[in-house]
């Protein structure tokens, strides 16, 4: 919107009127820097109130590009925080997918340790077995002979 667009548009709304007060009561135009020289008539020391109420226009222009410049500010901020807030969360996801997996996986390397243990001591008891048998068979060849 351009400074000419704000102006007509303020002037079909009909939002600034001559004299209009401000919340803390005092006037619009006594709110202005008193350093308004050129707003006061050369001659017989009048007001210009069309100037100074074309430079509160201005002055209105300019706040209201500033304001959408910071809204506009604000609200990539705001994106940009959700942008990484999501990647915060999917991170802190895969964190915990990855300590459950880990979990597990060391839950399965212990069964397998345990596992493994039973299968030496399976090894031996069948190796004892063996021997044992052998022992047996030659007591019974020596028997029957």
């Given at each position: 919107?351009?400074?000419?667009?704000?102006?007509?548009?303020?002037?079909?709304?009909?939002?600034?009127?001559?004299?209009?007060?401000?919340?803390?009561?005092?006037?619009?135009?006594?709110?202005?820097?008193?350093?308004?020289?050129?707003?006061?008539?050369?001659?017989?020391?009048?007001?210009?109130?069309?100037?100074?109420?074309?430079?509160?226009?201005?002055?209105?222009?300019?706040?209201?590009?500033?304001?959408?410049?910071?809204?506009?500010?604000?609200?990539?901020?705001?994106?940009?925080?959700?942008?990484?807030?999501?990647?915060?969360?999917?991170?802190?996801?895969?964190?915990?997918?990855?300590?459950?997996?880990?979990?597990?996986?060391?839950?399965?390397?212990s069964e397998m340790e345990e596992e493994l243990k039973l299968l030496e001591q399976l090894k031996q008891e069948n190796q004892r077995l063996k021997d044992e048998n052998g022992a047996l068979i030659r007591v019974i060849s020596k028997l029957s002979?």
């Open positions: 919107m351009t400074l000419r667009d704000y102006k007509k548009s303020v002037s079909e709304k009909g939002e600034t009127t001559k004299g209009s007060t401000t919340s803390l009561g005092s006037s619009a135009l006594n709110s202005r820097p008193s350093s308004r020289g050129s707003s006061v008539g050369p001659e017989n020391g009048d007001i210009d109130y069309k100037k100074l109420y074309e430079e509160q226009l201005e002055e209105n222009f300019r706040v209201l590009e500033r304001l959408r410049g910071t809204e506009n500010d604000l609200r990539m901020a705001k994106e940009t925080i959700e942008v990484n807030n999501k990647k915060n969360n999917t991170r802190l996801a895969m964190a915990e997918a990855d300590k459950r997996e880990k979990r597990a996986l060391e839950r399965k390397l002979k």
